[in-house]
């Protein structure tokens, strides 16, 4: 961001009209870039890896917040990803109903820590309800709905299967053969004459969604290290100093590192979470820290005005209730003035499916806009 205000002057177009897209990580990488416009907290970072507009005292000399995101199943969060997850694929039985709770006792006691984290946020709902562990649920599944019927509504050639039909779901990766796998719809109902939905059956729904794509470990996200776990593919690795292959990065995930030398967790360090943290000289918690947008939304960061969030209905890399939490928190920033959320209907872990739409819905954003100004700064 700041080597394009750097070299504005030089480029078609304008950098005050910097548009960032992601997906997954990448959508990650793109709300918290939305998020934390002109924040300080990153200056001495930026300083250290010679970054564009940082003068000699450490002082930023450019700008690098953005005009608008568009993300799509950002995988953000993750310090509180891990305690989504168990909540999101626990709280109706859905791991046991799948086969998919190999550590039923830790998926527990993840969970376990949901409830109190979702209400420290202080969100709410369109109707004003707060949102809490306790209305998640309904609320998810009215974004379900709101999908289902936007998705109905498009089109007139879509189309949902009845009660007893069946979702056709295609899938494989590029440069292989494509699979079609069928799976009976036995949880949700549409009124095919209105195009309305009757019904969500949250259980059998969730059922699905872990159906049609194996459920993450336990933990989801910081899995490396815990109960001898070295080969799981998740975030672990992306955390620590350049020394260490990882560190775990949540305090269930550190407490319950078991694998000798790794340099990370209790057994290593004879330190609990807490203590770790504790120390002036630890730098794992700020890195979860400065790439998680929730910290920055509604702060004296430059969030981006324009927010196009996309999650699917069948994603389950990562919990429904972490889209929703960012959306509820970008509604509540008054620096939020065009914010367009929804679960995509039946697309899985994946982005870029709606090209046209984004791309319209870009040039709209650019077009009420008009000419471009520099802001006033607020970081």
Same mark, same amino acid.
């Given at each position: 961001?700041?080597?394009?205000?750097?070299?504005?002057?030089?480029?078609?177009?304008?950098?005050?009209?910097?548009?960032?897209?992601?997906?997954?990580?990448?959508?990650?990488?793109?709300?918290?870039?939305?998020?934390?416009?002109?924040?300080?907290?990153?200056?001495?970072?930026? #300083?250290?890896?010679?970054?564009a507009?940082?003068?000699?005292?450490?002082?930023?000399?450019?700008?690098?917040?953005v @005009?608008?995101?568009?993300?799509?199943?950002?995988?953000?969060?993750?310090g509180?990803?891990?305690? #989504?997850?168990?909540?999101?694929?626990?709280?109706?039985g859905?791991?046991?109903?799948?086969?998919?709770?190999?550590?039923?006792?830790d998926?527990?006691?993840?969970?376990?820590?949901?409830?109190?984290?979702?209400?420290?946020?202080?969100?709410r709902?369109?109707?004003?309800?707060?949102?809490?562990?306790?209305?998640?649920?309904?609320?998810?599944?009215?974004?379900?709905?709101?999908?289902?019927?936007t998705?109905?509504?498009?089109?007139?050639?879509?189309?949902?299967?009845?009660?007893?039909?069946? @979702?056709?779901?295609?899938?494989?990766?590029?440069?292989?053969?494509?699979?079609t796998?069928? =799976?009976?719809?036995d949880?949700?109902?549409?009124?095919?004459?209105?195009?309305?939905?009757?019904?969500?059956?949250?259980?059998?729904?969730?059922? @699905?969604?872990?159906t049609?794509?194996?459920?993450?470990?336990?933990?989801?996200?910081?899995?490396?290290?815990?109960?001898?776990?070295?080969?799981?593919?998740?975030?672990?690795?992306?955390?620590?100093?350049?020394? $260490?292959?990882?560190?775990?990065?949540t305090?269930?995930?550190?407490?319950?590192?078991?694998?000798?030398?790794?340099?990370?967790?209790?057994d290593d360090?004879?330190l609990?979470?807490?203590?770790?943290?504790?120390?002036q000289?630890?730098?794992?918690?700020? $890195?979860?820290?400065?790439i998680?947008?929730?910290?920055?939304?509604?702060?004296?960061?430059?969030?981006a005005?324009?927010? =196009?969030?996309?999650?699917?209905?069948?994603?389950?890399?990562?919990?429904?209730?972490?889209?929703?939490?960012?959306?509820?928190?970008?509604?509540?920033?008054?620096?939020?003035?065009?914010?367009?959320?929804?679960?995509?209907?039946?697309?899985?872990?994946?982005?870029?499916?709606?090209?046209?739409?984004?791309?319209?819905?870009?040039?709209?954003?650019? $077009?009420?806009?008009?000419?471009?100004?520099?802001p006033?700064?607020?970081?």
């Amino acid at each position: 961001m700041r080597y394009l205000r750097l070299n504005d002057a030089a480029m078609p177009g304008s950098a005050e009209r910097i548009v960032v897209n992601g997906t997954s990580g990448g959508g990650a990488l793109a709300s918290i870039l939305g998020a934390s416009g002109n924040s300080a907290e990153y200056a001495p970072h930026l #300083a250290a890896i010679g970054a564009a507009g940082i003068d000699d005292k450490g002082r930023s000399t450019l700008r690098d917040d953005v @005009f608008a995101v568009n993300a799509y199943c950002p995988i953000t969060d993750l310090g509180n990803a891990d305690i #989504a997850y168990e909540w999101l694929y626990n709280v109706l039985g859905t791991r046991d109903a799948t086969g998919s709770n190999p550590s039923p006792a830790d998926a527990a006691a993840i969970a376990e820590r949901f409830a109190a984290y979702e209400r420290s946020l202080g969100l709410r709902n369109p109707d004003g309800t707060r949102l809490t562990a306790a209305t998640l649920l309904d609320t998810v599944e009215k974004e379900v709905v709101r999908s289902a019927e936007t998705y109905l509504e498009a089109d007139p050639a879509h189309t949902i299967p009845p009660l007893g039909g069946t @979702f056709e779901i295609a899938s494989g990766g590029p440069g292989g053969p494509p699979t079609t796998k069928s =799976y009976v719809n036995d949880w949700i109902d549409v009124d095919t004459a209105t195009g309305k939905v009757r019904s969500v059956d949250m259980t059998r729904y969730l059922a @699905f969604v872990a159906t049609q794509a194996t459920l993450k470990t336990t933990p989801a996200f910081d899995a490396v290290g815990v109960n001898g776990n070295t080969s799981s593919r998740t975030e672990t690795n992306l955390f620590g100093p350049p020394t $260490q292959a990882y560190l775990n990065y949540t305090e269930y995930g550190w407490n319950h590192n078991d694998v000798a030398g790794d340099g990370s967790g209790l057994d290593d360090t004879g330190l609990t979470w807490k203590q770790y943290t504790a120390k002036q000289s630890t730098t794992v918690d700020d $890195q979860v820290h400065l790439i998680n947008p929730m910290d920055f939304v509604g702060t004296r960061a430059d969030t981006a005005p324009n927010w =196009y969030v996309r999650h699917g209905t069948r994603d389950r890399d990562t919990a429904f209730t972490v889209s929703v939490n960012l959306d509820r928190a970008l509604a509540a920033d008054k620096q939020v003035t065009n914010l367009d959320y929804r679960l995509a209907w039946n697309q899985p872990h994946a982005g870029n499916y709606d090209v046209p739409e984004a791309m319209a819905w870009i040039a709209d954003a650019v $077009q009420k806009a008009g000419a471009p100004s520099a802001p006033r700064r607020r970081g």
